[in-house]
C-alpha cells in the first residue's frame, strides 16, 4: 500500500490566486456538484471542466504499474464527465470500462464515448461483484463524504477491486491544515497523512493513495 505520485498537480496553474476568493458562499453553491461548480466561475469550482487530454500523458504509468491490459476491467468512481475512462480507451482500444459518478450535472455533460459506461451511485454502495474489478481509480472524490460513508467507501473499493489507487487530503503542519480548509470547496475529510495510514489500516484498504496537500496543489 504505497503513495503513488503519478504527475498530476506538476502544472504552472495558479491556484493562490483563486483561493483568495473562497468564501462560505461560494462553497455552498459548489455543493450542489452541478453546473455552477463544474462550468461556473472558478470561484464556485472548475471554471470549465473541459477535455483538454492530459490523461493522454499520465496514463501510462498508471497501465505500466498497475498492468493494464486490454482485457482489464476498469472503473473510476468520482469519474465526473469521463475524461480519464476517455482516454484509456484511446490508450487501451476495446478496454473493459465503468464509471461511478454521484451526481447528475457530470452525467449529463459526460463525453459521448463513454457516457454509456457511466451510472449514477454512491461510491459506498458500488454495483460490482466482489474482486470483479482488476483496477479502480477514485482521484479527488472520496474524502468529500462523511466520515462514516467514507469508511464504507474505502470498504467498497476493497471489496470490488484486486488493484485501486485513490487520493486523499492530507497535511502534516498545522499551517497545511488550515490553508487546505479554506481552499477547499466540497472536501469534509482532511487528515494528517499518520492518520489516513491508521483509518487505511484499521477499515482493512489495501489499495495504493495518493495524499493531495496544499503543498502539492501548489497553495504553499
Known sequence: MPHFDFGYFKNSLNRKKIFKKR????????SS??????DGDRQFGFGGYNYDGRWIKLLPKIIKK????KKSKVLEIGCKKGFFLNDLNILLPGIKLFGIEDHEYP???SMQSVRKKIKKSKYYDLPFRNKSIDFLFGFSCIYKYNLC?????LKEIQRVSKKSLISVAAYETQKEKEI????TLIGNILLHKNEWKTLFKKVGYKGDYYFT???SLGLI
Open 23 to 30: 468564501s462560505i458562499i461560494t462553497k455552498i453553491v459548489a
Open 33 to 38: 456538484e452541478g453546473k455552477d461548480y463544474y
Open 66 to 69: 498497475y498492468s493494464i491490459t
Open 107 to 109: 452525467i449529463k455533460k
Open 149 to 153: 460513508d467514507l469508511v464504507n467507501t
Open 180 to 183: 487546505f480548509e479554506n481552499w
Open 213 to 215: 496537500t496544499a503543498k
